[in-house]
């Protein structure tokens, strides 16, 4: 089979060797006789194999032996707008709203509590990240997107609090080193950078647990979930078993550092070609661009289809932008080779050369 090129926002491409052994695990895991489908969520290779998983998440992020701990839940990062106000929100929480993803959390926390909205990049239809935010110190806690997927921003450096940190991970987890410890919650849904969809992952420091005097339903109560080990119910097994190869995976590349400079190295690549090719503009801000998704749209829309349709004919996949904003999304994952973003910055060439006789 001939691969495609996948820029795809999520889910997300994935090293060739995982494809290679969780195929095998689906047919015969680990030498037990049984597909990793229907392998037991209580099972001893299972409990293994999610143990792995939670103590890798917890080493990449320096967050071993700190209190904190690695949940794999299910219902994606969506759920945990929900289920970080559930647990999380007192009386008020403070947001900062920088696209679709952070206003979807201030919707679900507004079922529990309060939101101030303490900054905004709405202004300017989310091409910046706000700078200088001043925290109140009367809220709960303070919840933002450390990559906005859909807008391609990016915070660089994050804000300075008294009170917890609250972080959306879901676009750029393991993408880059970054002291994960000034943070009391993250999530990140596993299809963008972690593995397939169905998991969602949480590394949360037990501290900030326990203040709330509503009751939660269990399904929903982190400590319950702490003290159920993440098995509260059954896991999806499959995700959080290529979850784990995954994260091996990248421990094996040279971990965060070496991960950062080529995802650095391959952002660089494209928005340099972005900013050089006269068809193309990018959409955000160049201090706060995403160094996993870049967001560009043609000069002209009459381009649009037609570079979709020749990019598609060179193998390339997943470049056509957000509904919302049409354009291109180019969206740069660890495991994205660099051989892709070559791939793709020749074809942007390509086209800029053609495009009087395409
Ligand atoms: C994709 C994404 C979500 C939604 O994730 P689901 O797992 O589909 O709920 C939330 N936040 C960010 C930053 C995302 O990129």
């Not at 078993?241 to 995976?249: F, G, I, K, Q």
């Amino acid at each position: 089979m001939q691969r495609l090129h996948n820029f795809s926002a999520g889910p997300c491409t994935l090293p060739d060797e995982i494809f290679e052994k969780a195929s095998q695990a689906v047919i015969n895991f680990d030498g037990s006789g049984l597909s990793i489908l229907e392998t037991s969520h209580r099972s001893e290779a299972f409990t293994e194999v999610i143990q792995k998983a939670q103590s890798l998440a917890l080493e990449l992020s320096g967050l071993k032996n700190k209190n904190y701990y690695a949940l794999f839940l299910h219902g994606g990062a969506s759920f945990q707008f929900m289920m970080t106000a559930y647990n999380l929100l007192v009386n008020k929480a403070a947001f900062i709203e920088t696209g679709r993803w952070s206003e979807n959390a201030i919707a679900e926390a507004q079922y529990f509590g309060k939101t101030e909205i303490i900054a905004s990049s709405k202004d300017k239809n989310h091409t910046y990240i706000p700078k200088k935010i001043q925290c109140p110190s009367d809220v709960d806690y303070l919840h933002f997107t450390s990559n906005n997927t859909i807008y391609g921003t990016q915070f660089k450096s994050f804000p300075q609090t008294e009170v917890p940190l609250v972080c959306d991970m879901s676009s750029d987890i393991f993408s880059r080193q970054i002291d994960f410890s000034q943070f009391d919650l993250i999530y990140a849904g596993a299809q963008k950078n972690i593995g397939p969809a169905g998991a969602t992952l949480v590394l949360v420091k037990e501290d900030i647990l326990g203040k709330v005097t509503r009751k939660i339903p269990s399904i929903l109560d982190y400590q319950k979930q702490i003290k159920a080990k993440s098995v509260y119910n059954t896991s999806p097994v499959f995700s959080i078993y290529v979850s784990m190869l995954n994260l091996e995976w990248l421990v094996r590349q040279g971990g965060l550092k070496v991960i950062e400079k080529r995802n650095q190295e391959k952002a660089e690549m494209l928005y340099h070609e972005i900013d050089r090719n006269s068809l193309f503009k990018a959409y955000a801000k160049k201090q706060d661009r995403s160094m996993m998704n870049a967001v560009f749209t043609s000069v002209d829309s009459k381009f649009d289809e037609k570079f979709l349709n020749f990019a598609n004919q060179h193998q390339i996949s997943g470049i056509k932008g957000h509904r919302s904003l049409g354009g291109f999304r180019a969206s740069m994952y660890n495991a994205l080779g660099i051989e892709s973003l070559e791939k793709l910055v020749n074809c942007m060439k390509e086209f800029e050369k053609n495009t009087n006789t395409i």
